[in-house]
């Protein structure tokens, strides 16, 4: 069973130019749900969610990435691939198939 847990938003100053920052929400569900966390990292303009994956990671979850040919900014999912070892690289229109693979 999985405990319940929350999110919450806040209105610190920006990481990677990003407000909320997907880095910050990874590495806090990395901190609290460890190896049952699935990140996915989608088309982006900036860096935020490579550092988050590798938490993700170091916890022992999973990540799965957009396949970068097919983003339409791929700055995002070249920097989580660069940042760790992800356990997929899909199509956009593969990802949730990809999902369900992990349920």
Do not use: H, W
């Not at 990481?15 to 901190?31: G, K, M, Q």
């Not at 990671?57 to 339409?72: F, H, L, M, N, Y």
Request: glycine letters at 8%; hydrophobic letters at 45%.
């Amino acid at each position: 069973m999985v405990e319940p847990g929350y999110f919450t938003l806040t209105t610190d100053d920006p990481i990677c130019y990003a407000r909320p920052s997907i880095d910050v929400l990874f590495e806090s569900a990395a901190d609290v749900y460890g190896d049952r966390v699935l990140g996915v990292v989608l088309t982006g303009a900036n860096q935020d969610g490579a550092q988050g994956a590798a938490a993700i990671k170091k916890k022992g979850g999973r990540v799965i990435v957009q396949d970068p040919k097919t983003a339409e900014s791929s700055v995002m999912p070249d920097a989580a691939i660069a940042a760790t070892q992800v356990d997929a690289i899909v199509p956009l229109m593969a990802i949730g198939s990809t999902l369900l693979t992990y349920f």
